[in-house]
C-alpha cells in the first residue's frame, strides 16, 4: 500500500508538473512570439536604415567631389592670379632699354596708373611696332599679345622701374612692355 500511495503521489507531483509546463507554454510561446515580431521588426527598420546609410554616404561623397572640383577651380584661379611676367622683355623690347621719352610726373598722376584704364581696341603696325595712341602719348610694343586677353579689355598704363608697362585688372602680373614715340 505504501508504493500505491507513492506511485499517486508521484503520478499526481508529474501531473501538476506537466499542467505548469502546459500553462506556462502559450506565455513563453507567447513572449517568443513577441521576441519574434520584434525581430522582424528590427530586420525591416535595419533593412531601411541600409538604403539610407547609403544615400547619405553617397550624398557625403558627392558633396566632396563637389568640394574638390570647387578647391581645384579655386587652386587653378589661385595660380592664374600668380604674379608672373608674359610678354615682357624687361630691357631687352628692341630698343635697347631706351623708352624715347617720359611721361612727367603730373600728367602720368592725372593719366596714368591703375586708376585710369581705357579701352585700347586695336593697335596700328608702324615699322613693327603695334602702336596706339592714349592720352596724347603714342605706345608702340613688339611683344605678342598674351592669351586670355582682348582688344576690348580694359587695360592701363603703369610705369614701374624705370619702364612703361601695359597692364590688364583682369589678369593681373602679366604685362606688355610698352615704347613712348
Given at each position: ?38 525581430q522582424?521588426?528590427?530586420?525591416k ?73 581705357f ?55 602679366i ?7
Amino acid at each position: 500500500m505504501k508504493i500505491s500511495i507513492l506511485n499517486r503521489m508521484l503520478v499526481a507531483a508529474v501531473l501538476s508538473a506537466a499542467w505548469l509546463v502546459g500553462m506556462s507554454t502559450p506565455a513563453n510561446a507567447q513572449g517568443q512570439g513577441q521576441q519574434e515580431h520584434q525581430q522582424k521588426q528590427n530586420k525591416k527598420q535595419q533593412k531601411k536604415q541600409r538604403p539610407q546609410k547609403a544615400q547619405k554616404q553617397q550624398k557625403q561623397q558627392q558633396k566632396g567631389q563637389q568640394q574638390a572640383r570647387q578647391q581645384q577651380r579655386a587652386e587653378k584661379v589661385q595660380s592664374q592670379r600668380q604674379p608672373r611676367t608674359v610678354a615682357n622683355n624687361h630691357g631687352n623690347n628692341g630698343n635697347n632699354g631706351n623708352h624715347y621719352g617720359r611721361i612727367p610726373d603730373n600728367s602720368y598722376r592725372a593719366h596714368f596708373g591703375h586708376d585710369h584704364s581705357f579701352r585700347m581696341v586695336r593697335p596700328q603696325m608702324v615699322n613693327g611696332y603695334n602702336r596706339f595712341q592714349y592720352s596724347g602719348y603714342w605706345f608702340g610694343f613688339n611683344e605678342p599679345w598674351p592669351s586670355g586677353w582682348s582688344y576690348n579689355d580694359n587695360v592701363y598704363v603703369e610705369y614701374v622701374g624705370g619702364g612703361y608697362y601695359l597692364c590688364n585688372p583682369r589678369h593681373p602680373g602679366i604685362q606688355i612692355t610698352l615704347n613712348i614715340f
